[in-house]
């Protein structure tokens, strides 16, 4: 025998290509049906052009198949694909990022659709779906969305299967129950990958920018209009597990951020460097710990309750209490705190000083001169508090979400013209009344009160409470919270903002009460539930909730190695439960093999077991030559036995008088 390929002629004639083996019908119809589904969540995502382009051409590669109509020509289609990138750059003015890149795979999917002839035009488009499916992931990941995506999943599966094995001669639905069956067996391996792979902080790989857009939630400026625009969201900014009892709604101010410049129509945040330690205060009664699970808002700040005092990992504090991660919430992300709603801060310092009293040096003269008025009254800070909140009391100011647009003067505009204006309005202009009596204050944007889901017993604060309150600098006290919304609308702060609006129809559902779609409400609030868990336990997953959970299932302080051990043990011991099931399984399936292995199993307790390598016949002969009176049954058994094994037909009248004789064999 050679063991060397004999080398090829230079002047032998080529050797003629083998023809690839086209793809058969079923597996192309279940290959588009998968590219569809793939692609249909996307369809508010992709420009009206290409979701049409996308189904134009699936439809006429399906025509293709029913009709065994030719493909396109070579030109067409490089005709199309010229196009079709050229208008994604129009759209998108680039190739790259998430919805650019998103729009030109799925443009590029279709056209190779129309040059799909054999397996392994199959293949790529299999891998192509595998990357349209992925690629949703960037839009959504709530249960619903996951929901759908696995079952584009089981028929992209079905289709892969059907690609490779088209030929196998298999029923309708074989490819259906191979893909399920793939699946279920991979749960348990996902599973221990998910629970015990060791988790970093912070992805693995940075995403585009563009695919943190759209997300909702405070800016780091305020301006008329800003916060009641947010507060006509229903969508859900947190969610707060509390330790202990639930802090009254006149405590639940959960605090963001704190604007300081006013440049006469804006509030700003100026740049603050964090600390790497909490902002000391002075705590007057008991602390309240709860954890947070946030949503993504691509910005780095946190919220917690006044005033925080701890510092979740990755967070730092500025000197205005404001709690800043070192990187963005570009994913549901579970942090721990403890806070005093009651409390007393320390000194005011130069600039606080400084940043606490700054004003455009004119602007606004009849809200100055009214200030003036106040001081010559009563000079002191604590009484220009009150004065301020009469005004707002007793005055005809109004609380809504549609106030009237203001021009020139803001303040002066809204203080003694339309006096209609919403939280920003109040906060916006109280602080700059402070400052104009020589009072150092500040405005706080974040969110108040939130909605208990009694069902989960956590509470919801959704965007709809976003909300801006003021804090002013008192000696002996430091900085207060002063809520000028409340001096208007009292029910704001105690009842929610539902209650404190007369046009409460614009809010958004879930942000109504009573009525007769209660029921409604509270069933979504049950489909929460199942949200929140999600968030929790799934998304919300990271290095730090990983760790807390491995330690309360017993494993005491979990690092990297203790979990790269468990996790090998577990898939190891997945491993061999699943190779004897299939042993197992395999053996109840062969009525022959399980015949004889019970008599060979009588045997070895006689002190007669059988080689791993000795044969049917030749394990007989030895047994009949240490006990001959076994002889006789033995050799029966064994020479039935191999004529059912090795022979070309198993009868099954045979098979039945083989575990007759099992049966009544005595070893």
Same mark, same amino acid.
Not at 367 to 385: F, G, K, M, S, T
Not at 416 to 423: E, L, M, P, S
Not at 468 to 496: I, K, S, Y
């Given at each position: ?37 793939? &692609? ?57 990022? !998430? ?32 990357? #349209? ?22 028929? +992209? ?32 391996? +996902? ?59 006149? =405590? ?131 009484a220009l508090v009150q004065s301020a909140l009469t005004l707002f009391r007793e005055q005809p100011f109004y609380y809504t979400l549609t106030p009237p647009l203001l021009s020139g003067e803001i303040v002066d505009d809204f203080l003694f013209r339309t006096q209609r204006g919403f939280c920003e309005h109040y906060a916006g202009a109280f602080v700059f009344l402070m400052r104009a009596g020589g009072v150092p204050a500040r405005v706080v944007l974040g969110y108040q009160g939130g909605e208990m889901n009694t069902l989960g017993g956590y509470l919801m ?20 919270? &002063? ?50 868990? %999600? ?14 959970? #491995? ?32 042993? !197992? ?11 004889? =292995? ?36 033995? %050799?029966?058994?064994?020479? #039935? ?24 064999? !005595?070893?």
């Amino acid at each position: 025998m050679k063991f060397w390929k004999r080398r090829r002629s230079p002047h032998a004639p080529p050797s003629p290509k083998r023809p690839e083996e086209p793809l058969t019908r079923a597996a192309l119809t279940w290959l588009l049906a998968a590219l569809a589904l793939g &692609v249909a969540p996307q369809a508010t995502e992709l420009s009206v052009w290409l979701s049409v382009l996308f189904a134009a051409l699936v439809g006429w590669r399906g025509l293709i198949v029913l009709r065994s109509w030719a493909l396109p020509p070579r030109w067409l289609l490089l005709l199309v694909a010229v196009l079709a990138g050229a208008g994604v750059i129009v759209d998108h003015r680039t190739l790259f990022g !998430r919805d650019a890149g998103v729009a030109l795979l799925t443009a590029m999917t279709a056209c190779k659709l129309l040059e799909s002839r054999g397996l392994r035009d199959g293949v790529v488009l299999v891998f192509l779906g595998y990357l #349209l499916v992925m690629s949703n992931l960037l839009y959504s990941q709530d249960i619903p969305q996951i929901a759908y995506l696995l079952a584009a999943i089981l028929v +992209m599966l079905t289709a892969q299967v059907l690609i490779h094995r088209q030929h196998a001669g298999l029923t309708a639905l074989a490819p259906l129950r191979l893909t399920g069956r793939m699946v279920l067996l991979a749960v348990p391996v +996902m599973l221990i990958l998910f629970v015990l792979f060791p988790r970093i902080p912070g992805p693995l790989w940075g995403l585009p920018k563009d695919a943190y857009k759209g997300r909702t939630g405070l800016s780091e400026q305020m301006a008329p209009g800003s916060v009641s625009e947010l507060s006509q969201s229903g969508e859900v900014a947190f969610r707060v597990r509390f330790a202990g009892a639930i802090p009254p709604p006149n =405590q639940r101010y959960w605090r963001g951020l704190v604007l300081w410049h006013f440049d006469g129509r804006r509030w700003t945040r100026p740049e603050e460097p964090p600390l790497n330690t909490p902002t000391p205060f002075t705590p007057e009664g008991a602390a309240v710990d709860y954890a947070v699970v946030l949503e993504p808002s691509n910005r780095s700040w946190l919220f917690a309750l006044d005033l925080p005092a701890r510092l979740p990992p990755h967070a730092r504090m500025t000197a205005s209490f404001q709690l800043l991660r070192d990187q963005p919430v570009n994913e549901v992300y579970r942090y721990e705190m403890r806070s005093y709603p009651a409390y007393r801060t320390g000194e005011l310092t130069a600039m606080e000083r400084s940043r606490g009293l700054q004003l455009p040096p004119r602007g606004n003269p009849r809200a100055r001169a009214l200030v003036a008025d106040w001081r010559q009254r009563d000079p002191r800070p604590e009484a220009l508090v009150q004065s301020a909140l009469t005004l707002f009391r007793e005055q005809p100011f109004y609380y809504t979400l549609t106030p009237p647009l203001l021009s020139g003067e803001i303040v002066d505009d809204f203080l003694f013209r339309t006096q209609r204006g919403f939280c920003e309005h109040y906060a916006g202009a109280f602080v700059f009344l402070m400052r104009a009596g020589g009072v150092p204050a500040r405005v706080v944007l974040g969110y108040q009160g939130g909605e208990m889901n009694t069902l989960g017993g956590y509470l919801m604060v959704r965007q709809s409470d976003a909300h801006a309150w003021a804090e002013v600098w008192l000696e002996g006290r430091g900085w207060v919270r &002063v809520d000028p919304t409340g001096a208007v609308a009292p029910n704001r702060v105690q009842q929610g903002l539902y209650a404190a609006l007369s046009d409460a129809g614009l809010l958004p559902f879930l942000a109504r009460r009573g009525g007769d779609s209660e029921w409604l409400r509270q069933l979504v609030l049950g489909w929460d539930i199942l949200n929140n868990s %999600w968030n929790e336990w799934v998304l919300a997953y990271g290095p730090d909730r990983q760790k807390e959970f #491995l330690s309360g299932l017993g494993f005491g302080p979990a690092d990297w190695a203790g979990m790269t051990v468990a996790m090998l043990i577990a898939l190891s011991g997945f491993g061999v439960l699943y190779a004897g099931w299939r042993w !197992r399984s395999r053996l109840a399936r062969d009525p022959v093999a399980r015949a004889w =292995q019970r008599c060979c199993a009588r045997l070895a307790r006689r002190g007669l077991k059988r080689g791993a390598a000795e044969g049917p016949l030749d394990f007989a002969g030895r047994v009949a030559a240490g006990r001959p009176e076994l002889a006789t049954a033995v %050799w029966e058994i064994a020479r #039935l036995y191999a004529a059912l094994r090795y022979g070309p037909v198993a009868p099954p009248e045979q098979v039945r008088q083989l575990r007759r004789l099992a049966r009544r064999f !005595r070893a």
